[in-house]
């Protein structure tokens, strides 16, 4: 009796068509062109938001030195720009202050700093393209304020007492897209918050 030969069967198909190849593609674009913007969005939302927190974490640790030490500290910072500073202010009406009040070169930031000055981070600065669009500080002392009126490039300094209290002051960060994180300091308890992220309009 003769066998019947099968026929051999077809192998699936293992292989992408041009077409699919085309469509998949396509739908990578759109897919793309709707996350992208939206990853972008957030990451500028998280970079804000990250600066206001080094802003709050600054003035927490100046108005800590403070109590410490049993003399008053200022936060000031470059209108304008990212950096900021914590020094003491007997340190910023010394005889040899022009150092410290004087904005250092930006090549500067990694150099060690000096010893009245030894409370500034690393890289005191804001995130990479954040800026101190403004401030206002309620009230300056009058030593504070003539050390500040020397020219240096630093903010109206916002004053931290050993009391504990410190001035009322608000600075206003923004970055390049328009959006604005206005970051508040309570001078009687001290307390400070960050708003809401909005397009505030920037002097």
């Known amino acids: 009796m003769a066998r019947r030969l099968r026929s051999p069967r077809r192998s699936p198909r293992s292989a992408l068509t041009l077409v699919e190849i085309v469509l998949v593609l396509a739908l990578l674009v759109v897919i793309s062109s709707v996350t992208v913007p939206l990853l972008s969005k957030s990451l500028s939302y998280t970079r804000l938001q990250h600066s206001g927190d080094l802003v709050r974490a600054a003035w927490g640790q100046a108005r800590l030195a403070a109590m410490r030490s049993g003399e008053s500290y200022v936060f000031r910072y470059e209108p304008k720009g990212s950096r900021f500073q914590i020094v003491s202010l007997a340190a910023t009406t010394?005889?040899?202050?022009?150092?410290v009040n004087a904005l250092p070169p930006e090549d500067a930031d990694d150099a060690e700093y000096a010893a009245e000055d030894i409370l500034?981070?690393?890289?005191?600065?804001?995130?990479?393209?954040?800026v101190?669009?403004?401030g206002d500080v309620a009230s300056v002392p009058q030593m504070a304020a003539a050390a500040s009126a020397t020219g240096g490039g630093w903010s109206a300094p916002i004053v931290f007492y050993p009391d504990g209290t410190a001035s009322d002051a608000t600075v206003l960060l923004a970055n390049p897209s328009g959006l604005t994180l206005r970051v508040t300091l309570r001078?009687?308890?001290?307390?400070?918050?960050a708003g809401k992220i909005s397009n505030e309009a920037t002097p």
Do not use: K, N
């Not at 010394?94 to 150092?99: L, P, T």
């Open 120 to 130: 500034r981070l690393s890289r005191s600065r804001l995130l990479e393209e954040i």
């Open 132 to 134: 101190f669009a403004s």
């Open 187 to 193: 001078g009687l308890t001290g307390i400070s918050r």
């Open 94 to 99: 010394a005889e040899d202050a022009d150092d």
